[in-house]
């Protein structure tokens, strides 16, 4: 079964910068679109950033030019780049990936529309 483990979350104050990563592990052969997401307390789960399996990024318009997405496809990580950090960026971030094709512990071939991580906390104090 594929996992998103997620890492980098933390505290920093206004202005900081913090990388988060998300690892999927499994017999992956194959992701569709990777991202992140993320929850402030009250508020609805927002995108935040998602980028194709072609490297094709796409930012919601509060982040742009302060959050960089990447990924490793070899290495199934996608990783989320956050400068000039603002107290409203706080909220738990999850990572999203779409379009997972994987084998089982039989090695049938399994597809799954969207996988979520755990999340990762992200506080931004002013």
């Known amino acids: 079964q594929v996992q998103l483990v997620e890492s980098g979350g933390g505290l920093v104050q206004a202005g900081g910068s913090l990388r988060l990563s998300c690892a999927a592990s499994?017999?992956?052969?194959?992701?569709?679109?990777m991202g992140w997401y993320r929850q402030a307390p009250g508020k609805q789960r927002e995108l935040v950033a998602l980028i194709t399996a072609g490297g094709a990024p796409n930012y919601q318009d509060s982040v742009k030019g302060r959050f960089a997405i990447s990924r490793d496809n070899a290495k199934n990580t996608v990783y989320l780049q956050m400068n000039s950090l603002k107290p409203e960026d706080t909220a738990v971030y999850y990572c999203n990936a779409q379009g997972v094709l994987s084998a089982d512990l039989s090695g049938r071939g399994r597809y799954e529309s969207a996988l979520w991580g755990q999340g990762t906390p992200v506080t931004v104090s002013s």
């Open positions: 499994g017999s992956i052969f194959s992701i569709n679109a």
